[in-house]
C-alpha cells in the first residue's frame, strides 16, 4: 500500500508539472507577439537582430527557467512565429499599425 501511495504522488507531481509547463508555454506566446510588437516599436524595420537581440534579453529575465532549457536557436524560430503572427494582426488592424508607427 505504501508504494501505491508513493507513485500516486509522483504521478500526481509529475501531471502538475506538465500543467505548468503548458500553462507557461501558452503565456510565453502570448508574451512574445507582445514582446515582438514592442520591439518593432520601438526599433523600427532593418533592425532584425538588434531585436532578436532586445527580446532575447527580456525572456531570460521574465523566464529565467525557459531560458535555461530552450535554446537560442529554438527561440529564434518561437520569435519567427510571433513575427508572422505580428504581420497577420498587422494586415487586418490599423489600430496596432498606427501603434506601432506612433501614430495612437
Same mark, same amino acid.
Given at each position: 500500500?505504501?508504494?501505491? =501511495?508513493?507513485?500516486?504522488?509522483?504521478?500526481?507531481f509529475?501531471?502538475g508539472?506538465?500543467?505548468?509547463?503548458i500553462?507557461?508555454?501558452?503565456?510565453?506566446?502570448?508574451?512574445?507577439?507582445?514582446?515582438?510588437?514592442?520591439?518593432? &516599436?520601438?526599433?523600427?524595420?532593418?533592425? *532584425?537582430? =538588434?531585436k532578436?537581440?532586445?527580446?532575447? /534579453?527580456?525572456?531570460?529575465? &521574465?523566464?529565467?527557467?525557459f +531560458?535555461?532549457?530552450? +535554446?537560442?536557436?529554438?527561440?529564434? *524560430?518561437?520569435? /519567427?512565429?510571433a513575427?508572422?503572427e505580428?504581420? *497577420?494582426?498587422?494586415? +487586418?488592424?490599423?489600430?496596432?499599425?498606427?501603434?506601432?508607427?506612433? /501614430?495612437?
Amino acid at each position: 500500500m505504501d508504494i501505491l =501511495i508513493k507513485i500516486l504522488i509522483i504521478l500526481l507531481f509529475i501531471a502538475g508539472v506538465a500543467f505548468l509547463v503548458i500553462n507557461q508555454r501558452n503565456n510565453l506566446k502570448e508574451w512574445l507577439l507582445y514582446a515582438v510588437v514592442e520591439a518593432e &516599436k520601438g526599433l523600427g524595420s532593418k533592425m *532584425g537582430q =538588434i531585436k532578436l537581440r532586445q527580446v532575447y /534579453d527580456e525572456f531570460i529575465f &521574465k523566464y529565467p527557467l525557459f +531560458s535555461k532549457l530552450i +535554446s537560442f536557436k529554438l527561440f529564434s *524560430g518561437m520569435v /519567427d512565429n510571433a513575427l508572422v503572427e505580428m504581420k *497577420g494582426l498587422l494586415s +487586418s488592424n490599423v489600430t496596432l499599425r498606427h501603434y506601432i508607427k506612433g /501614430d495612437a
